[in-house]
């Protein structure tokens, strides 16, 4: 049992004696089951979560677009909605964005209203409840929303991409919760998505638009508001949401990109010099909608979490560290999505969704909570040779790339086999390495025993009863030399290794089913074992040997437990 394709969950490789093959299982993401749904008596177009009464849960804030409000729900700490408010806007109010405006540590609210062609701001007041402050004109009918302090004063503005009057508004803010009048920036033609960042490290935010019905472009920040156009880079079509964020860990930031006519997602890798490739094209669904980046399976790799509005579910693709992604994980929900959450909302450190939605009747929030249990499917079967009687299994990275490999001992067609990992849970086929006529290898330890850092594997022979060693030079594992001074008179029952004597070689050491000792074989050199020490325990076998530092002086002790007995046995390692 390992993490194979790392993905922060244990998986198995499984040996078949009756069919002589391989079973890998791979630990899966099971995705999220229902634990509350409620119905609201609208169908929102937009919604956004915020704690807006300081009590540390977060709160919705929905779009009524029907009727020209907003409705707050306020929920407990058990994640029920306790409290229901609604605030007169606009017409047609199509987005919602959160921040703190006027410096009082309570989140205020930001309306657009697209086809009034002006923002709305309420103040929050800390208990829930909103103060309306007033409208700000903007262009005309406005797609995008944005609130954060885009000239570095400490006070949150906010920008608006307009795509019937095809610019962009910015309002800066004073910090009272008050902004002032637009300045607009000319022409963006075809724009519907906006992503603000510091792509560059200067520390002046850019500005990221998608332009042309099929491209984005890059507004480099200058400071004071000002912005050059520097690239544009070809998207799929009609690209409708923009996310950014380090994909693959290289510290610069990549875009990905939601294509709404097209039904699919487009990740561009960042290169640095505000520079991008096409790394992949992903599909989805019927109208994608809102990306998340989020680590939802706890690998410590950014995953992306999409909703497809008119199929009715969420696709996660599970990243791989590098800038691309797993086939997606689909998660079937029971509305039409508008909005969905990531966060853990019963404190078992896995992330859950909320998902806001629309029926034929009306609107619904439903709680998924994502299953916290063990889940396994049959990811491959590896088939060995007619009669190799598989024996015993370990997995290491023993050619050093990252990797988890697959180690096994095929007693019946007397050799070893190496599966090489690639790292998503399939291997290549085996690599055989011959241990000798009749030899019948049973078992293998795997260790470093000759100083050079290095996994070398130790091979116990069942019938000729002796080690073979299998030296990894860095470059190749191959067959070095059968240790003819150790010949055991007895079945091991059990061989394992460690480094006794911190001489950065490790020993061997053997316990057996039918005697009294057990014994630590030292190794000299790759090729010549110095001396083998036998000690005595008692008339018993083991069911395990256990090596720590018993007495704090730097060097392993082993613990010895006799089948059976309620005692054991330490012996202090020395030099």
């Known amino acids: ?336 999505p508008i909005y969905i959450t990531l966060n853990d909302y019963n404190n078992d450190s896995k992330l859950d969704l909320i998902v806001i939605g629309t029926t034929v009747i009306n609107g619904r929030i439903d709680v998924l909570l994502q299953y916290n249990r063990g889940y396994l499917f049959n990811k491959m079967t590896y088939v060995s040779a007619d009669a190799a009687r598989l024996q015993y299994i370990d997995t290491h990275d023993v050619n050093n790339d990252t990797h988890l490999d697959i180690i096994v001992a095929n007693y019946g067609s007397n050799n070893i086999g190496l599966l090489f990992g690639h790292g998503n849970g399939t291997f290549n086929k085996q690599t055989i390495i011959d241990t000798g006529l009749n030899s019948h290898p049973s078992s293998v330890t795997i260790n470093d025993y000759d100083g050079d850092k290095q996994l070398d594997i130790a091979v116990f022979n069942y019938d000729s009863k002796n080690l073979h060693i299998l030296n990894n030079d860095g470059q190749e594992i191959k067959y070095t030399v059968t240790i003819k001074d150790i010949v055991f008179n007895s079945t091991p029952s059990i061989i394992t290794a460690n480094d006794l004597n911190n001489d950065g070689r490790s020993e061997i050491i053997v316990a057996y089913d039918d005697r009294t000792d057990v014994d630590v074989i030292y190794l000299k050199e790759i090729r010549a074992f110095t001396n083998q020490e036998h000690y005595i325990v008692n008339n018993r076998s083991y069911d395990n040997l256990y090596f720590y530092d018993f007495n704090n002086d730097s060097y392993l002790d082993l613990l010895v437990s006799p089948q059976g007995d309620s005692y054991f046995y330490v012996f202090l390692g020395k030099k």
Not at 149 to 171: A, P
Not at 231 to 253: H, M, Q
Not at 269 to 276: A, C, D, E, K, T
């Open 1 to 336: 049992m390992s993490d194979i394709n790392k993905d922060n969950r244990n998986d198995i490789v499984m040996v078949n004696n009756d069919t002589g093959s391989l079973d890998i299982m791979i630990g899966k993401f099971e995705g999220f089951y229902m634990s509350t749904s409620y119905s609201i008596d609208f169908n929102p177009a937009y919604a956004i979560t915020c704690d807006l009464n300081n009590d540390n849960h977060l709160d919705m804030i929905m779009n009524d677009f029907n009727n020209d409000k907003i409705s707050i729900y306020l929920r407990d700490e058990y994640g029920f909605i306790f409290s229901k408010l609604s605030y007169i806007v606009g017409r047609y109010s199509s987005e919602l964005a959160v921040a703190d405006l006027n410096n009082d540590h309570f989140m205020d609210v930001v309306v657009l209203n697209g086809q009034d062609n002006y923002v709305s701001i309420f103040l929050g007041l800390g208990n829930g409840s909103l103060s309306f402050v007033s409208t700000y004109k903007v262009g005309s009918y406005s797609t995008g929303l944005v609130v954060i302090d885009i000239n570095n004063d400490n006070y949150s503005d906010i920008v608006v991409l307009n795509s019937g009057s095809q610019d962009m508004s910015i309002l800066l803010g004073y910090g009272n919760g008050s902004v002032a009048n637009q300045l607009l920036y000319q022409p963006l033609p075809g724009t519907e998505a906006i992503a603000i960042a510091d792509l560059n490290k200067d520390s002046i935010l850019d500005i990221v638009v998608s332009v042309n019905y099929q491209s984005i472009k890059i507004l480099l920040g200058l400071g004071n508001c000002s912005f050059l156009d520097i690239a544009t880079f070809e998207v799929g079509a009609r690209p409708f949401y923009i996310k950014i964020d380090d994909l693959n860990n290289d510290t610069i930031l990549d875009i990905i990109v939601i294509n709404l006519a097209t039904n699919d997602m487009t990740v561009l890798l960042g290169i640095g010099n505000v520079s991008f490739v096409n790394r992949a094209t992903y599909a989805f669904g019927s109208v994608p909608r809102q990306p998340i980046i989020a680590d939802v399976n706890n690998d410590n790799i950014l995953d992306i979490v999409v909703m497809s509005s008119s199929s009715s579910d969420i696709s996660i693709l599970f990243g791989y560290g590098d800038g691309s992604f797993a086939d997606q994980f689909i998660q079937n929900i029971n509305s039409h």
